[in-house]
């Protein structure tokens, strides 16, 4: 029984990250600002990372968990030279 909520409960959340990269990916897409831009890759970042958890989880592998710590640095490095690039035009000085 639990196992059968705990498959549902993933394939939901899994739905749901899915809708919500949409919704982030249609933000830096038609952004109207460069800031808008660098939120909407931001969250893509949080949300691609969260749906390889829920993966990990899924299939009971380490490597998703692997990955999605990648992911996550990799998205606060690029998250904080777009950020600097857009405060100050220039990423190392």
Do not use: H
């Not at 990269?21 to 949080?46: E, K």
């Not at 969260?50 to 990990?56: V, Y």
Request: hydrophobic share 60%; charged share 10%; glycine share 10%.
């Amino acid at each position: 029984m639990s196992s059968l909520v705990l498959i549902w409960a993933i394939g939901i959340a899994q739905g749901m990250l899915a809708l919500a990269m949409a919704c982030a990916a249609y933000r830096m897409l038609n952004g109207p600002r460069a800031q808008d831009r660098v939120l909407g890759l931001d969250t893509m970042y949080i949300n691609a990372m969260l749906l390889m958890l829920t993966i990990g989880i899924r299939t009971g592998s380490n490597v998703y968990f692997e990955a999605a710590l990648i992911i996550a640095l990799l998205g606060f490095v690029g998250t904080v030279a777009l950020s600097k690039f857009l405060m100050r035009g220039e990423v190392i000085e």
